[in-house]
């Protein structure tokens, strides 16, 4: 079957950084996405990786390995407003999305 | 901003009565695609819409659903016949950008009673 792990819950300081950990098992691989979901709002799009290595966008970074079926996402100088859930998601050989239940971010001052 | 809506942005109905949730894409897009995400669980895969053709559904997606785009423009998801656990939020998402990315509208909201 397919399988996303994300941890279900963090806690992490303003200004501080934080990594989020994704490992998957999925039928065929065509990129891992990111997304931030407030609550009762819609997912939006973060970053997407496709190759090894890492992708920087601004505060927001993430690390992907095919091998290892890892990735993650790092966050940088911590502010109030990313108290949010995290997903990461796969995209399988359908060219379907597979979802993890998300990682729910708290941010202490 | 995103690049579709969604109407209604709540919705409260009986079980057992007909919903229709309207999604409207404001820039020609390809594919869209139906996710529900129950409250407090992952997003889950309904449907996907390519060219005016249904080209992949889910397993959630049974006879009690279907999708329609009536005039070319918006596209419709109805359930016939709700269901206490088909409560929900339901996104509606297009498929664009270099990466193929998928975007989000805002949301139906559905409460089944």
């Known amino acids: 079957g397919q399988n996303i792990d994300q941890p279900t819950e963090m806690t992490a300081t303003e200004g501080a950084i934080v990594q989020i950990n994704c490992t998957y098992q999925t039928s065929g691989f065509n990129g891992l996405f990111w997304y931030q979901q407030h609550a009762g709002e819609a997912p939006t799009f973060l970053s997407y990786?496709?190759l090894d290595g890492l992708e920087e966008k601004g505060r927001f970074s993430s690390f992907l390995s095919r091998s290892k079926g890892y990735s993650y996402l790092l966050l940088k100088e911590l502010q109030m407003k990313d108290s949010a859930s995290y997903l990461c998601?796969?995209?399988?050989?359908?060219?379907?999305?597979?979802w993890g239940a998300g990682t729910k971010l708290i941010i202490k001052p | 901003e995103p690049e579709v809506t969604q109407t209604p942005s709540h919705q409260v109905t009986q079980m057992g009565q007909e919903v229709i949730l309207r999604c409207v894409p404001i820039?020609?897009?390809?594919?869209f695609y139906w996710y529900r995400q129950i409250l407090g669980q992952k997003v889950e895969f309904l449907v996907s819409?390519?060219?005016?053709?249904?080209?992949?559904k889910s397993e959630i997606f049974d006879d009690q659903f279907s999708v329609e785009r009536p005039d070319g423009s918006n596209f419709t998801l109805k359930i016939r016949s709700t269901k206490l656990e088909d409560s929900a939020m339901y996104f509606c998402a297009y498929q664009g950008g270099q990466a193929t990315t998928q975007y989000f509208g805002p949301g139906t909201r559905l409460l089944v009673l």
């Open positions: 990786n496709v």
């Open positions: 819409f390519y060219n005016n053709e249904i080209s992949e």
């Open positions: 820039s020609n897009h390809l594919y």
């Open positions: 998601a796969v995209r399988d050989s359908n060219y379907q999305l597979i």
